[in-house]
């Protein structure tokens, strides 16, 4: 209705005279919310014209849609999900890296990061082994000089949260390093992903 009194979609000053309303924060732009509204078949597909990569027909179903948003066939880009309704978390920066799209949180964010660049080749480890208790968090095989590593895994590296001891491992891998003079080498995954 919006579109078709306008000739044109509603701007975000023009949204509430629509009903139009919802969180900036889950759907930045209007496009996006009915991108999403008919991929999951809430809404029938309008003409709206080019709505982002995925190219979209009058006769495609919303579960057609859905499926070719999804699939993963390399060289075809991965939708960014949408930040969660229900959440407490407050920040979502990019990451650019497919399958994790958003900055982690806490040192699990930072596991499944790392495990991604080390799949993707960006580090240049294979990881042997998590461990989830006490002590150092990952054995890693490093493929250029073939050797073994033990690695920490922190989300912040600072002097008050370091709870080991530095002869113990070989790397550091965080997502920011706040002790910029540490005894060790370290990967600062905000730094590589920015690069």
Not at 34 to 62: H, Q, R, W
Not at 69 to 81: F, Q, V
Not at 92 to 103: D, N
Request: proline residues 7%; hydrophobic residues 35%; aromatic residues 8%.
């Amino acid at each position: 209705r919006a579109e078709r009194e306008l000739g044109r979609l509603p701007r975000t000053s023009e949204r509430k005279k629509f009903g139009l309303n919802f969180r900036k924060s889950r759907w930045p732009t209007l496009e996006s919310f009915i991108k999403t509204a008919i991929s999951k078949g809430v809404v029938e597909l309008p003409d709206l014209g080019n709505l982002g990569k995925v190219e979209l027909s009058p006769s495609d179903s919303a579960k057609e849609i859905q499926e070719r948003e999804h699939k993963t066939i390399a060289g075809l880009p991965r939708p960014i999900p949408p930040i969660p309704e229900q959440t407490r978390r407050k920040n979502w920066k990019r990451t650019g890296i497919v399958g994790f799209p958003y900055a982690p949180q806490d040192e699990s964010g930072v596991i499944a990061l790392f495990s991604i660049l080390c799949t993707q080749g960006v580090i240049p480890w294979q990881i042997i082994e998590l461990n989830s208790g006490k002590g150092i968090d990952a054995t890693c095989y490093d493929e250029k000089r073939q050797c073994e590593l033990k690695v920490e895994l922190k989300h912040l590296l600072t002097r008050s949260n370091w709870n080991h001891s530095v002869d113990d491992l070989d790397w550091v891998v965080c997502w920011e390093n706040r002790w910029k003079d540490f005894p060790k080498p370290v990967y600062e995954l905000k730094s590589l992903v920015r690069r």
